[in-house]
């Protein structure tokens, strides 16, 4: 590729053609100021905060969307191009509520942030703002439109990463307004819960529906016994909203958290992954090598990503994995088997979920078999950062607090369990136990990285003792079509299906990059949470599902065998198109 040589501010740059000049700029360690950018979209250049210029034009040019040439002189600062940048700033804040005490995204807005930077201290414009109403409909996401900057993030995530035009830009000119398309309710809308929307949205106009409320009324009741579980993207992403570095791993310090908040009883979600694994993989088997349903087989603990397929694609329902979501699995666990093992009356356990996702709190909502228990299995879902406010609120010192352990018996994980926190993870567990159930061996390597990474289609095919499988593992929604469309064409075709088994992740890197985990994300920070999340993985004592001794207990116990007659009671679930 051909390389450019310019000057940024007279210091001299290299970059590969085709780099923006707000990319490049960084090589020099100057931040060039965006509200609209974010770099996992396209730039269009719609805020006009990141104006430069060119050493001998007067013309403004937007950083982000203008490529650095040969020979150019850029001036990415002076007294000019401040002053017009803090005019837009200004012009914004025209339009925008003065409420930041009562925002959610105080102290975490990134206008807010610029206008402190930027020195704004008085409103040289006339105030315009246009009250709209909130839309609440969806049990995950909140849209505010009084607060919007029309920055367009949110319809640009929606419509190109997730392939699903919830959202669209209504009106014109001034009157622009961002809304769920054709001016619906979100809930009526083909939205899917993502939150990726929120998780891109610069400030406080898109953000998760906030269930803290709920939670402390369930911890100071003292007739409720208050039962938690974690995800595993959680514990390699909290530590952001503390200032640790993305990726950190922080099990420990998490459980501790938990224990101060008052939680009765601390269990990971890892383990019901575990859970999962021994019913998918037992399905799998009964499909694949038994011929008891259809192939390829795809895997369903991502919320959003069912509601996807019941909209677009009903007619692949019964390709999906019956098997419930470690969520849902752990949830009905809790209020059956560790009830009656600890005489507590169900209808007195409060169970709450920490997911990196604002689609848990759509699926505990579900009508399909989520009162399996008899009761509500799981009755609040919060995501990563109104835990990490519960914790502020709480003024529990999270840097100091020790490493604890979960409580047992349903705290025990494996690797396995952990990685499916990731994109590729919850097919890499898989694999491991459906290579034990057909071979009654062990793996003798259980890391299976031909899945592993940010490539939004990975196939691999996986060799069992010389029968091939055919893997495919998908994230974010738009890199889904490509797989599907291959499966329909090649069963249409009455021909093999290119693939046996397929795994889908609704969000960009699987739940590490989910729409409830910190704000920020990038593809930068999703890698390094994928390794904190292959750390946990590589120095646990067990590294596969079928292996983990508290999940061989309940079996023993309770359940019976993968697939039983209890198993489907509990464990499994249906789709409704
Ligand atoms: Fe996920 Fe899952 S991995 S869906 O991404 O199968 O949310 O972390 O908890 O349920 O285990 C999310 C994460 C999570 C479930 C598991
Ligand atoms: Fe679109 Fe996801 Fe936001 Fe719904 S939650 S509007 S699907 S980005």
């Known amino acids: 590729m051909k390389t450019i040589t310019a000057t940024i501010n007279g210091i001299q740059v290299e970059v590969p053609e085709g780099t923006s000049i707000l990319d490049a700029a960084k090589q020099t360690q100057v931040k060039i100021p965006t509200l609209c950018h974010h770099p996992d979209l396209p730039a269009w250049g719609a805020c006009g905060i990141c104006v430069v210029k060119v050493a001998g034009s007067p013309k403004m040019l937007r950083a982000c969307a ?111 307004r961002i809304a769920p398309a054709g001016d619906i309710a979100l809930n009526d809308s083909p939205c899917i819960k993502c939150g990726q929307c929120s998780a891109h949205c610069p400030v406080g106009a898109i953000y998760e529906k906030d269930d803290t409320r709920k939670v402390w009324e369930a911890i100071m009741d003292p007739e409720i016994h208050t039962v938690v579980q974690i995800a595993p993207a959680v514990r390699v992403a909290i530590g952001e909203a503390f200032g640790y570095e993305p990726g950190t791993l922080l099990t420990g310090k998490t459980y501790a958290a938990l224990r101060r908040l008052g939680f009765d009883a601390i269990f990971d979600t890892n383990f019901a992954a575990d859970l999962t694994i021994m019913e998918e993989a037992s399905e799998f088997v009964e499909r694949f090598a038994h011929g008891k349903g259809p192939i390829p087989l795809i895997t369903t603990c991502c919320p959003s990503w069912v509601d996807y397929l019941e909209k677009y694609y009903p007619e692949m329902i019964p390709h999906f994995s019956s098997a419930k979501s470690p969520q849902m699995m752990l949830a009905a666990m809790v209020k059956t088997y560790y009830a009656q093992k600890k005489g507590i009356d169900p209808s007195k356990i409060f169970m709450v979920s920490v997911m990196p996702c604002t689609s848990k709190k759509y699926e505990i909502e579900r009508d399909e078999n989520m009162y399996s228990s008899g009761y509500k299995d799981q009755d609040a879902s919060i995501t990563t950062r109104e835990l990490a406010r519960m914790i502020k609120s709480a003024g529990i010192d999270f840097h100091n607090l020790p490493d604890e352990e ?51 289609v990975k196939e691999a095919t996986l060799d069992i003792d010389g029968t091939q499988v055919r893997i495919a593992v998908a994230h974010s929604i738009s890199n889904v079509q490509y797989v599907l469309d291959r499966v329909k064409q090649a069963l249409q075709e009455g021909k093999e299906p290119p693939y046996h088994f397929i795994e889908v992740m609704a969000c960009r890197g699987g739940c590490v990059g989910g729409g409830g985990q910190p704000y920020g994300a990038t593809d930068e920070i999703r890698a390094k949470r994928a390794a904190g999340i292959y750390t946990d993985d590589e120095r646990s004592v067990y590294r596969c599902s079928h292996q983990n001794p508290a999940i061989k207990q309940l079996y023993e116990e309770f359940l019976e065998k993968p697939l039983s007659e209890k198993a489907h009671k509990y464990l499994h679930t249906h789709y409704t198109a």
């Open 406 to 456: 979960a409580d047992q018996p349903l705290g025990i994980y494996t690797g396995a369990g952990t990685i499916f926190g990731v994109t590729g993870g919850v097919m890499e567990a898989a694999v491991r136990t459906v290579y034990y159930f057909i071979t009654g061996k062990e793996m003798e390597k259980v890391e299976y990285t031909p899945i592993r990474g940010l490539d939004g």
């Open 66 to 176: 203008t490529p650095l040439e040969d020979g150019m002189e850029v001036i990415t600062h002076d007294p000019e191009i401040v002053q017009v940048r803090k005019t837009v700033i200004e012009l914004i804040l025209s339009t925008h509520p003065d409420d930041c005490l009562y925002c959610p995204r105080n102290q975490n807005c990134e206008l807010q942030r610029l206008a402190a930077e930027f020195g704004v201290r008085e409103q040289p414009y006339e105030k315009n703002i246009v009250d709209l109403p909130k839309d609440s409909s969806t049990p995950s996401i909140v849209l505010d439109p009084s607060k919007c900057v029309k920055c367009g993030r949110c319809v640009n995530v929606c419509q190109s990463m997730q392939n699903v035009w919830a959202l669209e830009f209504l009106g014109r000119g001034d009157g622009t």
